[in-house]
């Protein structure tokens, strides 16, 4: 099959490559899937499990990519709940073999039925972008209805649905970004926007729950602006600075299947819009990574037509 591969940390982007390689066995619990689409966030290749396992063995040549929706090919031992020929879409486990490939090995349990009036390009940009919304306001952040979100990156892939989903649950959002991003981060839903690059993000003053995707001096000032019981919650590691009165929480995103369901039956029935930038075939994809433009949708690659 073909998949791209990485095996230099020091290459970055650069040092991608399209091979072939065996296609995958289902061990016990998995299935394998056949990938239509495979989502990828470009900061894998800073997380230390693209490049060694759990005991922190070098596990390159590493296949890159986690999110994926495609068709069931085979189960493995044991496997229940999934069918081959059944539509699937989901997270793979950080350490495997990704999903910039034209089949994975998988565990069932990190996949969701996808619905047959779902595009499998759709399906590939929800898991890690809505499943991080989900998890960073509901479960994380403890949102409640009537309080204010600060939602960083407002028109990026997981700024975007932490804005409808704070929305949907009858918050008050704020989006950040850059000045390019205003209209996009209000037609996603946020109430006002901040320009981080003109405006004085202290203007904006008290709020209830930040979900922060930048870290560095930006989670920094954010801390500062969250009221009494308020919680700040960063998925880009452990919180440099911490509320005043309030809590900071920092969280890597699991897959969910029940979570993945309901993303999905929201998108279905349009309280939900996904935010796609790039979609290239997986022969196009490493050219597609490696282009200088600025993105802030999802980039999807298509394993076939």
Same mark, same amino acid.
């Given at each position: 099959?073909?998949?791209?591969?990485?095996?230099?940390?020091?290459?970055?982007?650069?040092?991608?490559?399209?091979?072939?390689?065996?296609?995958?066995?289902?061990?016990?619990?998995? +299935? +394998?899937?056949?990938?239509?689409?495979?989502?990828? +966030?470009?900061?894998?290749?800073?997380?230390?499990?693209?490049?060694?396992?759990?005991?922190?063995?070098?596990?390159?040549?590493?296949?890159?990519?986690? %999110?994926?929706?495609?068709?069931?090919?085979?189960?493995?031992?044991?496997?229940?709940?999934?069918?081959?020929?059944?539509?699937?879409?989901?997270?793979?486990?950080?350490?495997?073999?990704?999903?910039?490939?034209?089949?994975?090995?998988?565990?069932?349990?990190n996949l969701a039925p996808l619905p047959g009036d779902v595009d499998f390009t759709i399906g590939a940009s929800l898991p890690i972008s809505g499943l991080t919304a989900w998890q960073g306001l509901l479960q994380h952040g403890r949102l409640q209805t009537g309080q204010s979100v600060l939602a960083h990156g407002a028109a990026g892939a997981v700024g975007s649905m932490v804005t409808q989903l704070a929305r949907e649950a009858?918050?008050?959002?704020?989006?950040?970004?850059?000045?390019?991003?205003?209209?996009?981060?209000?037609?996603?839903?946020?109430? %006002?926007?901040?320009?981080?690059?003109?405006?004085?993000?202290?203007?904006?003053?008290?709020?209830?729950?930040?979900?922060?995707?930048?870290?560095?001096?930006?989670?920094?000032?954010?801390?500062?602006?969250?009221?009494?019981?308020?919680?700040?919650?960063?998925?880009?590691?452990?919180?440099?600075?911490?509320?005043?009165?309030?809590?900071?929480?920092?969280?890597? +995103?699991?897959?969910?299947?029940?979570?993945?369901?309901?993303?999905?039956?929201?998108?279905?029935?349009?309280?939900?819009?996904?935010?796609?930038?790039?979609?290239?075939?997986?022969?196009?994809?490493?050219?597609?990574?490696?282009?200088? %433009?600025?993105?802030?949708?999802?980039?999807?690659?298509?394993?076939?037509?």
């Amino acid at each position: 099959m073909k998949a791209i591969v990485v095996t230099d940390e020091a290459a970055g982007m650069a040092g991608m490559k399209l091979v072939e390689r065996p296609e995958p066995q289902a061990a016990i619990n998995d +299935v +394998v899937v056949q990938i239509n689409a495979s989502g990828f +966030v470009p900061t894998e290749l800073t997380w230390p499990s693209t490049w060694t396992d759990r005991g922190d063995r070098n596990r390159t040549p590493s296949i890159l990519g986690h %999110e994926l929706a495609g068709v069931v090919t085979a189960l493995g031992y044991g496997t229940t709940g999934l069918s081959v020929g059944q539509r699937v879409f989901g997270l793979a486990d950080w350490y495997r073999d990704g999903t910039l490939a034209e089949y994975v090995a998988i565990e069932a349990r990190n996949l969701a039925p996808l619905p047959g009036d779902v595009d499998f390009t759709i399906g590939a940009s929800l898991p890690i972008s809505g499943l991080t919304a989900w998890q960073g306001l509901l479960q994380h952040g403890r949102l409640q209805t009537g309080q204010s979100v600060l939602a960083h990156g407002a028109a990026g892939a997981v700024g975007s649905m932490v804005t409808q989903l704070a929305r949907e649950a009858g918050a008050y959002v704020i989006g950040t970004g850059r000045a390019a991003d205003r209209q996009k981060a209000l037609d996603f839903g946020a109430n %006002e926007f901040v320009d981080l690059e003109n405006d004085a993000l202290e203007d904006v003053g008290g709020v209830d729950l930040v979900l922060d995707v930048i870290g560095g001096d930006i989670q920094k000032r954010s801390a500062g602006l969250i009221r009494a019981g308020g919680i700040l919650v960063s998925i880009v590691g452990p919180a440099e600075a911490r509320p005043v009165d309030g809590l900071a929480i920092d969280f890597v +995103v699991e897959s969910d299947r029940a979570q993945l369901s309901e993303i999905v039956q929201r998108v279905r029935d349009g309280r939900l819009r996904t935010n796609i930038g790039k979609v290239a075939t997986l022969d196009d994809a490493v050219a597609i990574f490696n282009a200088a %433009e600025r993105r802030t949708g999802k980039t999807v690659i298509r394993a076939r037509p």
